[in-house]
């Protein structure tokens, strides 16, 4: 009888690299030829990926569903010595969201998802984002090279009748120990007030970070949709002859979109510059002095070079910045206008940024290569910043329980409320099956009105000529007077009875 073979794949999460093993059996180690598989993640929901665990790694049992976008069935493994809690799903990329895999995944009862891209694109390129929805998500989800994947997907097939079972060993906990520096990218354009107070803020906490932060400025542009490759033209608020534009928005203070891309070719070279010498304060100096004298809504805009050279006159700036825009549009100088026509490093840089990450809103944030979904705000960047890096400053432990307590509060309230709409609906369903219950005695004659209402007021009549007898016999006013109220009381029922 052949022997079960057992697969034994093990991920260790290395300071440089994170990677899975194959340390057996050796049929499939020597596909890899014994080398580590790479693999890339990001965070998606509550997933976490500070553990270690053990588990099965498995593959979906229908091929028309590997790709996870239904339901996946909840495998159903025979026990034995190998066998562990955790299960682990392998899965093609496509068909649907990230999101909405890891949630078939997870409700089958899986702990991680390991999704084979079906490109042949890098996977550290690949942006496993949320898509705003995942917030019930908490299994780790991880990717894997498409030939890599193929490899693994066809052994497991080729072995799928096999009952020894493919174990699995999990560290993410080195990962977030190890990383050394946050990487924050911020994509906003030169003439977005509201970018600039966002900005101001920021920088004010991230230079509190050292040099654990690694702060990138990323100005949008955008392609004319007229562009031709082959034969390329001028075109209004774009350069390059309409590979770079931007086209400013109707509440956009500044209108003229070709000054707004050199202002920012103006900024990316200040903050090369400043990066290059280590100084960044340079570059978040100027930010701050030409929001102030050059965009405010105070006065009126002076948005353009004269302004900003002031600005850098005033920092007692010496580096030649003309000299940095005119190297990235591979030209000689500034003086000839024809310079705008030529391709420009810069600007390529910055939209090959936008289309990696498939950005639509700005400003926007990204932090190790995972988008800030949702409202941008200082207090939810900085956040997010605390809880990546290793030494945290002192604001940041209040921030966090800052933000904690809110949500406590909001929360109570929440139930406070929840509790008031209960109680208001037991109320009125209470009042409607009372009344409900009365009709219904009425309609089938158990509640005789009538004759109630009659021995009511034949009760008071009585009742009054008692009375009368009591005044003529020189009775105590106050009785009579007291009598007279509580038939009053006898009446007022009768009558609302009806």
């Given at each position: ?305 004269n302004c900003a050279k002031k600005v850098l006159h005033s920092m007692a700036y010496t580096v030649n910045i003309d000299s940095c825009i005119s190297k990235s549009f591979d030209a000689m100088n500034l003086l000839n206008n024809l310079y705008i ?16 990450y498939k950005l639509t809103t700005f400003p926007s944030v990204i932090i190790n290569n995972r988008i800030l979904d949702g409202t941008i705000k200082e207090s939810k960047i900085i956040k997010e910043i605390c809880l990546e890096v290793r030494e ?101 029922i009768a009558v609302e009875m009806t």
């Open positions: 009888m052949k022997k079960s073979i057992i697969l034994i794949i093990s991920l260790f999460i290395y300071i440089t690299e994170c990677t899975i093993t194959i340390i057996g059996p050796d049929d499939l180690s020597s596909q890899f030829g014994n080398r580590r598989i790479e693999m890339s993640y990001d965070k998606i929901g509550r997933s976490s990926y500070n553990f270690y665990t053990r588990g099965e790694l498995y593959l979906g049992e229908e091929k028309t569903n590997y790709e996870a976008c239904r339901s996946v069935k909840n495998l159903k493994t025979e026990l034995n010595q190998y066998q562990e809690d955790s299960k682990i799903l392998i899965v093609k990329r496509g068909g649907c969201s990230f999101v909405q895999k890891a949630r078939n995944v997870q409700r089958a009862g899986y702990s991680m998802v390991v999704i084979v891209n079906n490109m042949e694109t890098e996977i550290k390129d690949v942006i496993m984002s949320d898509d705003g929805s995942g917030s019930d998500i908490y299994i780790p989800i991880v990717m894997i090279s498409k030939s890599d994947g193929e490899k693994l997907i066809n052994y497991l097939e080729k072995n799928k009748s096999d009952k020894s079972k493919a174990i699995v060993e999990i560290d993410f906990a080195k990962k977030r120990e190890d990383t050394k520096t946050v990487d924050v990218k911020f994509f906003f354009s030169s003439s977005e007030l509201r970018a600039y107070e966002l900005f101001k803020s920021l920088t004010q906490y991230i230079s509190q970070f050292g040099n654990q932060i690694n702060f990138e400025p990323i100005y949008v542009v955008h392609r004319s949709p007229y562009y031709n490759e082959e034969n390329p033209i001028r075109t209004l608020n774009c350069v390059s002859r309409g590979k770079y534009c931007y086209f400013p928005k109707e509440t956009t203070i500044i209108k003229d979109g070709q000054a707004i891309i050199m202002e920012d070719l103006r900024q990316k070279c200040i903050y090369e510059s400043s990066k290059k010498s280590d100084n960044l304060m340079n570059y978040y100096t100027y930010m701050k002095y030409f929001h102030s004298q050059c965009l405010v809504k105070e006065r009126t805009p002076q948005f353009n070079d026509d030529n391709e420009n490093t810069i600007l390529s840089h910055e939209y090959d940024e936008i289309l990696k945290k400053p002192e604001f940041c432990t209040y921030i966090i329980k800052s933000q904690s307590k809110t949500r406590k509060k909001a929360l109570i309230y929440l139930l406070i409320i929840l509790l008031v709409l209960i109680n208001i609906f037991i109320f009125f369903v209470c009042r409607k099956y009372i009344l409900q219950r009365i009709n219904e005695r009425i309609e089938q004659g158990g509640l005789d009105l009538d004759s109630r209402i009659k021995n009511v007021i034949g009760n008071y009549l009585s009742l009054n000529n008692i009375n009368n007898d009591y005044v003529r016999m020189g009775n105590n006013p106050t009785t009579s007077t007291d009598l007279k109220s509580q038939t009053g009381k006898v009446v007022d």
